[in-house]
Every structure is written in C-alpha cells, then in structure tokens.
C-alpha cells in the first residue's frame, strides 16, 4: 500500500502537438481506489504507463510512498498491471501463469505455492488452477490475470480496461468482485474505463479527462451533483443531462426559451446576479423530469412542452424525447407512461436539480465542492 503522488505531471510525445497529458496533479490517500475516465484518447493509459514506468514523463515528478521513481524502471516499482489485454501464457497452466512473475524474481518454492494458493482462494479459482488457459472462460481468464497481479503483493495496482473483453452481464459480475477484491486487499489503485457507470460504482474518487487535461476530481455523487462544467455534467449520468439554452429574465425571475419557463431558486440568484438579460446553460437531467398530467397539472410549474420523437420503454422506465423548440429534451419517466410518437407532450423538472453554466465558458455557475474549485481553473470547457 502506498500513497500515490503526481505532480503536474505532462506527457509530450516526439512529434505530438500538444500534450497527451497535461498538468496531471493528483495525490491518492493510502489504499484509495481511484477511476480514471474520459472519451478516447484523452490520456488515461498514457498516466498509468507513466505511473507503471512504461512512458517517460516530460516534465512533473511521481512519486509512490516516499520514493520519487523518475528513472526507475517498471520492474523496481513494486506495481502490478492488469491491461486489458492481459495474455496469458497459454502453454502454462493457471497455476503456473500465476507463479511466473515470483519465480522470476526466484522467491522460495513454499512461499510461491502459498502466495498463489492464498490468491486462487480470493479470486475463487482453486478449482481451476491445474487448466491451461483456453480452457477458461472470459471472465475466468479474467481472474487468473487479477490472480498474476496479487501474488506479488504490490504497492500499486494499475488496472487499464481489465474488464472490456467481457460482456455485459460479467463486466457488472467482475467489477462487484474487482471492488470487493479491493476492500479485502486495501492496495491503492488506479482504474482506467471510458464507462461512466464502471466510474461511478467502483471509484471511491473519479478523475474526469480531457484532451489530456483534468477536468475534475471528485467522488461519485459530488461529480453527479456538482459537476464544474458541461463536459463533466454531459459525460457523468445516463442517459445524458439536457442542456438548454436559457435567456435570464430579471423581471419575471425566471429562466426562458423556447417552449419552456422556469423559476429561478433562491440559490440561482447569486449565480445569475451577473447574467441578468444574457443567455446561460440550464442543464436538467433526463431523471429529473416528469410528465405533466391532468391529475398534476394544476401544480406543476417549470414547465418545458414540446412533441414527442422518441419513445423507449427499458422495463423500468421509459425514456423519451421530445422536442422543445430548438433542443431535444430527454425525459426519463415512469414505465407506464402512456404517451405515443407525435404526441404534444408537458414536461415538469425540478428547478431544485437544476444546473447553470455560463453561455460562453461552459463552467459552472453554482457552487462546486473544494476539490471541484481547485480543478475548474484550468479545465478546458467543451467548445473546441
Ligand atoms: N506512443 C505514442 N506516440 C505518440 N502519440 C501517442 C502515443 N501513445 C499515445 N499517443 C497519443 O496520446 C493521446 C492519449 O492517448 P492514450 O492512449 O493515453 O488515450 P486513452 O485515454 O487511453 O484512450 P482510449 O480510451 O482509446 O484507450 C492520444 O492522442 C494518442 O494518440
Ligand atoms: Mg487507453
């Protein structure tokens, strides 16, 4: 176990314009897990390589516990990868697959059988260990190469994609098991997915990337509820948040556009002091709207009306579209919503769950948690 420390670490490539990684701080706490997410190619294997000693860092230091290991090599790091392609050596059994790194390092033959024995009974694998590897499944494969990693006990574990070779239904068995695997082994962890949903259930802090750049660090539920800018609030939550272009209206204190009025909160004052008469983002998330309906309509407000596009019932709920004036806003409603394609439609949200970015920065314009604040500043906004 190990506190990870990056600091403002940059990764220029030869002959790459910019940065593939840009300004990178961040420090773990001991035996934190932490997810690194973003749309492809925005840095996240490049940190861990960087982290791994894989890729040299161009500027920045890193340190793990309290050893900065600029120019010590991978194999001195005392870190285990698990990468998303995680060949295994398929001319030895699991067993073996899994003793390999220890016998390198020549470690004695009881303390190997033991160290492998002791991770084949946390992975559930005891049963397996004499097959060789074609005769695995997916997701077997898939804990034998957790099983690799954990024998060597590491400071670190660095985890890219470990689990996109799976499908569906055993990427949501393994990543319950990759969480609970943490728990029992408590070693600091870095976890790359470009899957919001992996991020939000397994991170306890999330790094949301960008073009290289941090966007913003922060737990689960303070990125969903206090994301810093419209690249976080669009990238955090499925289906995706709704943003609508609003013109601040001082006299009615309200926020309007087309097909659609909604009252300014008490805590929406401040944010718009300066923006009275100008045009911001209100961003509403699809789960914070409902149907207005002839038994709730007399005490809705907030309204957004439009025609329905869209209709898709997932069991559960129903997600729908509809189109107000220039936007299509995305409602995710109850399940026996009984609303056809064509349909005039009146949607309520919440003005309490609404979010505010300004119209030119995209940044947000309520309040963010400390850690939110201390990224925003340099975060790149979405417009290009
Ligand atoms: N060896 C390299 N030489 C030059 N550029 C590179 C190299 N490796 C990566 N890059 C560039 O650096 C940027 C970040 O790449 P990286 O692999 O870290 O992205 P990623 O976030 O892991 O993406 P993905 O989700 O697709 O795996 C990309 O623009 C990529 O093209
Ligand atoms: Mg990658």
Redesign the pocket.
């Known amino acids: 176990m190990a506190i990870v420390q990056l600091k403002d670490i940059c990764k220029q490539?030869?002959?790459?314009e910019a940065n593939?990684?840009d300004h990178f701080d961040l420090t773990t706490r001991d035996g934190e897990f932490v997810v690194l997410v973003?749309?492809?190619?925005?840095?996240?294997?490049?940190?861990m390589r960087m982290i791994a000693g894989l890729e040299e860092i161009s500027k920045g230091e890193l340190w793990i516990g309290d050893r900065n290991v600029d120019g010590i090599p991978a194999k001195d790091r005392d870190i285990a990868m698990v990468f998303q392609s995680y060949a295994l050596y398929p001319h030895m059994s699991v067993r073996e697959n899994m003793a390999f790194s220890l016998k390198l390092k020549k470690r004695p033959k009881a303390e190997i059988t033991k160290a492998v024995n002791d991770a084949a009974e946390i992975l559930g694998i005891q049963n397996l260990l004499d097959r060789k590897p074609k005769a695995l499944s997916g997701g077997q494969r898939q804990r034998v190469a957790l099983g690799r990693a954990i024998v060597r006990q590491p400071q670190v574990f660095l985890m890219?994609?470990p689990l996109s070779n799976l499908d569906a239904k055993m990427r949501v068995e393994m990543r319950a098991e990759i969480v609970k695997l943490h728990r029992k082994l408590g070693v600091t962890t870095f976890y790359?997915t470009?899957d919001q949903v992996e991020a939000m259930t397994m991170g306890q802090r999330i790094v949301v990337?960008r073009d290289?750049y941090i966007q913003q660090i922060d737990a689960p539920n303070a990125l969903y509820e206090r994301p810093v800018n419209m690249f976080v609030a669009g990238f955090i939550g499925t289906p995706s948040m709704n943003f609508l272009k609003a013109r601040v209206d001082d006299a009615s204190q309200r926020l309007i556009g087309e097909g659609f009025s909604i009252a300014m909160e008490k805590a929406h004052e401040t944010a718009l002091a300066n923006h009275l008469g100008r045009e911001v983002w209100a961003g509403v998330r699809p789960e914070h709207l409902d149907l207005v309906t002839d038994a709730n309509a007399g005490t809705t407000d907030n309204q957004l009306t439009g025609t329905v596009e869209v209709i898709e019932p997932l069991g559960a709920v129903t997600i729908v579209q509809v189109r107000v004036g220039e936007h299509i806003v995305t409602a995710e409603l109850d399940s026996h919503t009984s609303l056809a394609m064509g349909d005039p439609a009146a949607l309520t949200c919440d003005s309490h769950k609404l979010h505010l970015f300004d119209a030119a920065s995209e940044k947000t314009l309520l309040e963010t948690s400390d850690s939110g604040k201390r990224t925003t500043g340099d975060a790149k906004t979405t417009t290009a």
């Open positions: 490539f030869d002959g790459g593939a990684v973003g749309p492809s190619g925005c840095g996240k294997t490049t940190t890219d994609e790359v470009h990337m290289g």
